[in-house]
């Protein structure tokens, strides 16, 4: 009978059994950064984290960062565990004037022959800072080599600044290294909320519907520290948090906006393109700026 009742309801109650999904999908990779939590014990809260909770993540791998075994070895923890190897090129930098085409090509192409051993590695790329090109030109010739060697834009849907929470939690503990760590736990996880409500609207605005979302995340010591709480408070809110290789099957991943500036999340650059949104996009989507006060005057 309670079957009955639940499959009624979804027919008849819009949005009663749809929960909002989102995956983690994680950038860079820099296991050189160790405060307070060696690479080793990093890795493995992270990866604990995601084991916790039966769901299977997205990396994406800035490769300067494998500079020797261990390096080698904690990513093919990652692989072995089924997480999704991405590319996210060798040295991180931005796709602009100062970056060719060639350039960035051959920063995918170098970086796909370190990551292409990996058992879970994909031709999935991210541009750094979500970057896709200074102009519209640059941008078409990168998506056109991506398209013949059978590259996808890992893009991303819910943008946000944990890097910057993770900043300042490292310039914190370098000065007060007892400082209640639940005090950024709690502004980590209502910041990237936050954020989710504005793009998870923002894709029903645009799209009239809502996407499989990827998260953009990074490897870093708030992740190490709260990506447990931050999982669990999507859960707790009635998301479902699901796997990234299913969040990249939904079709707006083969979007291609033609907005200009390029990248920004995935859903920035489709409300730029249609041109109805402006007074809802800020440029960038998301920045240090935006969360600077915020922080300041919790003494963060
Ligand atoms: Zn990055």
């Not at 819009?14 to 860079?28: L, R, Y």
Request: hydrophobic share 40%; proline share 3%.
């Amino acid at each position: 009978m309670k079957s009955l009742i639940a499959v009624f309801a979804i027919l008849i109650i819009p949005g009663f059994a749809q929960s909002t999904e989102v995956a983690i999908t994680m950038d860079d990779f820099n296991v050189h950064e160790e405060t307070h939590l060696p690479a080793e014990k990093r890795n493995e809260a992270i990866l604990a984290a995601l084991k916790k909770h039966k769901i299977k993540a997205a990396l994406f791998v800035t490769c300067k960062h494998l500079k020797s075994p261990r390096d080698e070895k904690l990513l093919a923890e990652w692989s072995n565990q089924g997480h999704l190897i991405g590319n996210h090129t060798v040295n991180h930098n931005r796709f602009d004037a100062k970056v060719s085409v060639s350039d960035e090509i051959a920063e995918i192409q170098q970086c796909d022959e370190q990551l292409k051993s990996q058992k879970n590695f994909e031709k999935i790329f991210r541009f750094p800072m979500l970057a896709e090109g200074d102009t519209a030109e640059k941008r078409d010739a990168v998506r056109d080599w991506m398209k013949k060697n059978s590259y996808r834009n890992g893009h991303v849907t819910i943008d946000a600044s944990d890097w910057y929470v993770d900043r300042r939690l490292r310039d914190k503990l370098a000065t007060d290294p007892d400082f209640d760590l639940s005090k950024f736990r709690d502004f980590y996880l209502e910041h990237m909320w936050d954020r989710a409500q504005y793009y998870n609207d923002l894709s029903k605005k645009v799209l009239g519907h809502e996407v499989k979302h990827t998260l953009l995340v990074h490897y870093n010591l708030v992740n190490a520290l709260f990506l447990d709480d931050l999982i669990a408070m999507f859960k707790k809110r009635g998301w479902k948090v699901i796997d990234a290789k299913k969040a990249f099957k939904d079709p707006v991943f083969t979007k291609l906006p033609n907005s200009m500036p390029s990248g920004q999340s995935l859903i920035w650059a489709l409300a730029k393109e249609s041109g109805k949104l402006e007074g809802e996009l800020r440029y960038p989507g998301e920045n240090d700026t935006y969360e600077k006060e915020k922080m300041d005057a919790l003494g963060l």
